[in-house]
């Protein structure tokens, strides 16, 4: 009767031990705690210049599921022919390192869709991202109550030829 009652209490025990565990496991983690994605929530508009356009840009920021991943949804209207738009969705996130996980999705497809990394300072995001058409590189500097962001990029061509792009936008808050 000990033997069985001392079986049952350790059964009893390592179940319970186990389901615990399980249940720590599965909790959420904390929301992310990043000063530069942070400074970047919120709803922004600025000027950029894509292969001699000027396009009217308009992004806005915010967090999601469960303060894990900032979205970003841009979406531009060139100034010279509002026929010519784009639109895009980035999801950066930031793993247990504190290195910046991004994902864009665009109109152009899923062709077009791109992964990439980088890193954070004080005030900036550098992020590499790529596809098997183009590369992009580019930070966003938070100064002055603005987001600055620098950006190069390098895209293949129908005839596989590299054209290569650049340019600085700079948003202010609406």
């Given at each position: 009767m000990r033997t069985t009652l001392k079986l049952s209490l350790a059964a009893i025990f390592i179940i319970s031990a186990i389901k615990i565990y399980a249940q720590d496991d599965m909790m959420s983690p904390k929301p992310v705690d990043n000063k530069v994605l942070?400074?970047?929530?919120?709803?922004?508009?600025?000027?950029?210049d894509m292969m001699g356009?000027?396009?009217?840009?308009?992004?806005?920021?915010?967090?999601?599921?469960?303060?894990?991943?900032?979205?970003?949804?841009v979406k531009d209207i060139s100034k010279d022919n509002p026929k010519m738009t784009y639109g895009?969705?980035?999801?950066?996130?930031?793993?247990k390192d504190g290195n910046a996980k991004m994902w864009w999705f665009d109109d152009g497809g899923a062709e077009m869709m791109a992964t990439?990394?980088?890193?954070f300072t004080e005030n900036k995001l550098s992020v590499k991202s790529t596809n098997p058409k183009?590369?992009?590189e580019r930070s966003f500097e938070l100064k002055d109550g603005n987001i600055i962001c620098i950006?190069?990029?390098?895209?293949?061509?129908?005839?596989g030829e590299e054209m290569k792009m650049?340019?600085?936008?700079?948003?202010?808050?609406?």
């Amino acid at each position: 009767m000990r033997t069985t009652l001392k079986l049952s209490l350790a059964a009893i025990f390592i179940i319970s031990a186990i389901k615990i565990y399980a249940q720590d496991d599965m909790m959420s983690p904390k929301p992310v705690d990043n000063k530069v994605l942070e400074g970047m929530i919120g709803e922004w508009t600025g000027e950029a210049d894509m292969m001699g356009m000027k396009y009217q840009e308009d992004v806005k920021n915010y967090w999601t599921l469960n303060h894990q991943y900032m979205i970003m949804e841009v979406k531009d209207i060139s100034k010279d022919n509002p026929k010519m738009t784009y639109g895009g969705m980035g999801i950066i996130g930031v793993d247990k390192d504190g290195n910046a996980k991004m994902w864009w999705f665009d109109d152009g497809g899923a062709e077009m869709m791109a992964t990439g990394s980088g890193t954070f300072t004080e005030n900036k995001l550098s992020v590499k991202s790529t596809n098997p058409k183009y590369t992009d590189e580019r930070s966003f500097e938070l100064k002055d109550g603005n987001i600055i962001c620098i950006w190069e990029s390098s895209m293949r061509g129908k005839e596989g030829e590299e054209m290569k792009m650049n340019g600085k936008t700079i948003y202010t808050k609406k």
